[in-house]
Nanobody
Framework: QVQLVESGGGLVQAGGSLRLSCAAS????????MGWFRQAPGKEREFVAA????????YYADSVKGRFTISRDNAKNTVYLQMNSLKPEDTAVYYC?????????????????WGQGTQVTVSS
């Protein structure tokens, strides 16, 4: 059974940084495209960033482009999200997902597995 466990969330001031991690188990990690989504209270889950199976291709939402970096370490079965220059509007629960395919996916419906989420709160 595939399990995804996120960590690294917390409370940070605007302009600060956080690094989220998502550790996968129960799967051949390198077969999956991986992604990060977020959901703020009262809002729908939205795409943040995605990375292909090899790590050579990435894609970002416009709202985080230039501030966030997604990466993966297939030897450690882990995907990361480095978040810099954080803004209060980045406050949300962040979820990592394992895609149904090896390529980049930007729609939640293209993901087969999800973690439990980690809270990120950015204070102004």
């Amino acid at each position: 059974q595939v399990q995804l466990v996120e960590s690294g969330g917390g409370l940070v001031q605007a302009g600060g940084s956080l690094r989220l991690s998502c550790a996968a188990s129960g799967c051949t990690f390198s077969n999956y495209g991986m992604g990060w989504f977020r959901q703020a209270p009262g809002k729908e889950r939205e795409f943040v960033a995605a990375i292909g199976w090899s790590g050579s291709t990435t894609y970002y939402a416009d709202s985080v482009k230039g501030r966030f970096t997604i990466s993966r370490d297939n030897a450690k079965n882990t995907v990361y999200l480095q978040m810099n220059s954080l803004k209060p509007e980045d406050t949300a629960v962040y979820y990592c997902g394992a895609g149904k395919y090896g390529h980049i996916a930007t729609y939640a419906g293209e993901y087969a597995y999800w973690g439990q989420g980690t809270q990120v709160t950015v204070s102004s």
